[in-house]
């Protein structure tokens, strides 16, 4: 704090106020052990952490158990959520199945394995099945509203505090709709779909009710698509068989009844290329009748109307478009409306995808339109030409040959009757087989136990942020804490000699070691120690082997030739310990065959003849209202023996009068030379320094100054504050005695373990002597 404030340095004449030169007082020498003292470790390592937490860690503690309080607490009123599962086996269609492949207007097989499995996930993902879903859930009969399965909800029914019915049905059915998830199990087939809800049985109920709708939906669009094919087969079939009856006729007339007598093979050229004009006609068509049926059912599908109507690779794609749309849709509403601009970006990309597929659908008739005007073309520049060679081939043929050609016409016609009429029968047994592609492999279950939310991973979540909060409000108070904490704190922060550091006494009583010191106000007489002084009867103590150790320093503090010397103790602040230190100070030093006096100079609050057990009749203020003359007057007078050997004590006396006037008397020189003369060392007991002048006053009469602070009291601003003033009145600053350290609460529970451990084997060696 600062550079010329230097520990146990000489005091001038003037420096000691009104002292009498002629007690000839060798100048005070600063201590070796000062000069040469160890800089003290820098902050910010591994053990300075560890005892910052060690000093918070019932902090830390009361944080993390609030943090798992809280977070269990939390978990007690939140909903559960039960998690159903059902598993299915997307499989494609066998085409080779009763010839279905060529009866089906769409080629289930064009594509992958893979993204066939992909496109009916997102169909099932659709709106259309959504929707369809949720409406099948709300038609069929269902409560009103569904109990709250929370542990308080439990708990208020079962102390008949609620009635239940908290949950609406909608509600639980559209949260139900949103926590709805599919996904493929790895490279198989098997998909799974996740439905989570707050009911564990309507969980189960959702998610089997998905399954249900969409293998409706799939019968019923394939169901649909055979149905059509079927009805357009019959009709032809029907057309066909006309015309075989016709052509029938017409042989009949031709041959007059006698169809036997008149066959006669014909191996002319021009029958030759007849009969490849009929066979090709033939060809021609059934190619016109197929492009023709497929020309109807696609003209009869409307796009997007129902999912899978169209297993082209290209409707595959736009319906997978417009399936991963919707599920965005979903996810986005609620919280957002259809007004949100994300909203209708996607309503805007849907009406695109639908837009696309419309043109494809369009492009699609046009070719199909294209291929049956080709077929229709071909077929009759076929009869063109058949009929213009049946004419020329006619002029040369006799009555047998036109009734051969219409012979052949009738097994053409006749052919290809038989030919429609198997087709229509096989897309008869399509439409009645209800072929689908999903199959169930696990029915969805209520499951018993909820998903979340988990009370042990809460509890443990809110038991590490609690602890985290404590670890950084340690770290935060030890930042911003400006209070003396342990041992060499004044010498890292004021550069001031530290004499010692005295134990805290609930410190000492958690070990149970010893007896402690603890200092009580008592008016016990001198002949009968008061009890705070008993404790001194023990010959070992960590409390009075401290006091001994600061009575050494102190010693150390000036020459080695014994003197009297006039010390006083002061603190920045009331409640740090002053007096107390002061009492014992004085023991300590009459334990070691020197005679002590104590001067009791805290006239506001005087605390020294309760602490050493004298009386408060004549004293101090006596001395200094001149009642008598202290340097003729027995020492008796102004001066009680207290019940420790070697040790007086000046009480402050009784009066009104302000210290600070008494103090200004000459008295003060007069009394102080008159206890040198009589003792080996003058203690003085002041107020606190900080807002007092009365130790300031008796500082500059004295030899040095003790200052005594409190760990985890006095603020390090204070003290400085303290040193500074001391420094100004150029008064020596002998150094500084911590009070009440607690090593368990400062982090540093080790620091007197070597102290115990020795003691320990002490008493055990005497035990065993």
């Known amino acids: 704090m600062r550079e010329n404030m230097k520990p146990a340095t000489a005091l001038s004449p003037k420096g000691r106020g009104t002292s009498d030169p002629a007690r000839n007082l060798?100048?005070?020498?600063?201590?070796?052990?000062?000069?040469?003292?160890?800089?003290?470790?820098?902050?910010?390592?591994?053990?300075?952490?560890?005892?910052?937490?060690?000093?918070?860690?019932?902090?830390?503690?009361?944080?993390?158990?609030?943090?798992?309080?809280?977070?269990?607490?939390?978990?007690?009123?939140?909903?559960?959520?039960?998690?159903?599962?059902t598993s299915l086996d997307i499989e494609n269609i066998n085409g080779d199945f009763l010839n279905m492949k060529d009866v089906a207007t769409s080629d289930n097989g064009s594509s992958s394995s893979e993204a066939y499995v992909e496109t009916e996930i997102k169909l099932l993902q659709s709106r259309t099945v959504l929707d369809q879903t949720v409406a099948k859930m709300k038609a069929r009969p269902h409560p009103a509203a569904i109990d709250r399965d929370d542990m308080i909800s439990r708990w208020k029914r079962a102390w008949h505090l609620s009635k239940g019915g908290d949950l609406p049905y909608t509600a639980v059915l559209d949260d139900a709709a949103k926590r709805l998830t599919i996904k493929p199990m790895g490279k198989t087939r098997i998909v799974e779909i996740t439905c989570a809800s707050w009911d564990p049985k309507f969980?189960?109920?959702?998610?089997?009710?998905?399954?249900?709708?969409?293998?409706?939906?799939?019968?019923?669009?394939?169901?649909?698509?055979?149905?059509?094919?079927?009805?357009?087969?019959?009709?032809?079939?029907?057309?066909?068989?006309?015309?075989?009856?016709?052509?029938?006729?017409?042989?009949?007339?031709?041959?007059?009844?006698?169809?036997?007598?008149?066959?006669?093979?014909?191996?002319?050229?021009?029958?030759?290329?007849?009969?490849?004009?009929?066979?090709?006609?033939?060809?021609?068509?059934?190619?016109?009748?197929q492009r023709e049926s497929e020309l109807q059912i696609a003209s009869s599908i409307r796009p997007g109307s129902v999912p899978a109507a169209s297993d082209s690779p290209a409707d595959r794609e736009y319906e997978q478009m417009i399936a991963v749309l919707n599920a965005k849709i979903a996810e986005l509403m609620p919280p957002l409306t259809e007004q949100h601009p994300k909203i209708i970006h996607l309503r805007s990309e849907i009406k695109s995808v639908q837009n696309a597929m419309e043109r494809e659908h369009v492009a699609t008739l046009d070719r199909l339109k294209n291929k049956y005007d080709a077929a229709r073309s071909y077929e009759g520049r076929l009869n063109a030409v058949y009929t213009a060679a049946q004419a020329n081939v006619s002029n040369e043929m006799s009555k047998t040959e036109r009734v051969d050609l219409l012979r052949r016409e009738v097994d053409s016609e006749t052919q290809l009757y038989q030919t429609l009429l198997q087709r229509a029968k096989e897309a008869g047994f399509a439409s009645a087989m209800e072929t689908t592609t999903m199959r169930i492999v696990d029915a969805a279950s209520a499951p018993k136990v909820p998903i979340s939310p988990s009370r042990g991973t809460a509890t443990i979540g809110g038991l590490a942020l609690g602890s985290l909060c404590g670890v950084g409000f340690a770290f935060f108070k030890h930042r911003t804490m400006k209070f003396f904490l342990a041992p060499g704190d004044s010498e890292r922060f004021l550069n001031v000699y530290e004499l010692g550091a005295i134990p805290s006494v609930s410190f000492v009583r958690s070990r149970a070691f010893y007896s402690v010191l603890r200092l009580k106000n008592s008016n016990t007489t001198p002949e009968e120690p008061p009890p705070a002084l008993v404790s001194w009867k023990e010959t070992v103590s960590v409390v009075t082997e401290a006091f001994r150790n600061v009575t050494h320093s102190i010693l150390l503090s000036g020459p080695l030739v014994r003197r009297p010397r006039i010390y006083t103790i002061v603190s920045p602040n009331s409640g740090e310990g002053k007096s107390t230190v002061t009492s014992n100070l004085g023991i300590a030093f009459s334990k070691s065959k020197m005679k002590v006096v104590v001067v009791d100079a805290d006239m506001r609050k005087p605390i020294q003849h309760k602490n050493l057990g004298v009386?408060?009749?004549?004293?101090?203020?006596?001395?200094?209202?001149?009642?008598?003359?202290?340097?003729?007057?027995?020492?008796?007078?102004?001066?009680?023996?207290?019940?420790?050997?070697?040790?007086?004590?000046?009480?402050?006396?009784?009066?009104?009068?302000?210290?600070?006037?008494?103090?200004?008397?000459?008295?003060?020189?007069?009394m102080l030379k008159r206890l040198t003369t009589e003792f080996d060392l003058v203690l003085i007991d002041t107020p606190p320094m900080l807002h007092m002048a009365d130790a300031r006053i008796l500082s500059a009469q004295a030899d040095g100054v003790v200052l005594v602070f409190r760990a985890g009291v006095t603020d390090r601003d204070d003290a400085a504050d303290v040193c500074a003033r001391i420094d100004n009145d150029n008064i020596t600053l002998i150094g500084t005695i911590l009070n009440d350290f607690d090593a368990g609460r400062d982090g540093k529970r080790g620091y007197y373990s070597s102290y115990f451990k020795y003691m320990n084997s002490v008493r055990a060696a005497r035990t065993t002597a």
């Open 26 to 85: 060798a100048p005070l020498q600063e201590p070796s052990g000062f000069r040469n003292r160890v800089t003290p470790p820098e902050t910010g390592t591994y053990a300075e952490y560890a005892r910052i937490l060690s000093r918070w860690w019932i902090v830390i503690v009361v944080c993390a158990l609030g943090g798992a309080l809280m977070s269990f607490s939390f978990t007690l009123h939140v909903l559960p959520v039960y998690e159903a599962r």
């Open 203 to 289: 969980a189960a109920d959702f998610c089997n009710e998905v399954t249900k709708q969409f293998k409706a939906i799939d019968l019923e669009t394939r169901s649909s698509e055979a149905t059509k094919t079927s009805e357009f087969l019959t009709r032809q079939v029907a057309d066909v068989r006309e015309k075989a009856e016709q052509s029938e006729q017409k042989l009949e007339q031709a041959t007059g009844g006698d169809a036997l007598a008149l066959s006669k093979e014909s191996n002319s050229l021009g029958e030759d290329h007849l009969r490849e004009l009929e066979g090709e006609i033939v060809r021609a068509q059934a190619e016109r009748l």
């Open 615 to 670: 009386n408060n009749d004549c004293g101090l203020r006596n001395v200094l209202r001149d009642e008598f003359d202290v340097s003729t007057a027995p020492l008796e007078k102004f001066c009680k023996q207290s019940a420790i050997p070697n040790l007086w004590v000046v009480a402050a006396g009784e009066g009104d009068e302000q210290p600070v006037e008494l103090l200004q008397s000459k008295s003060v020189a007069s």
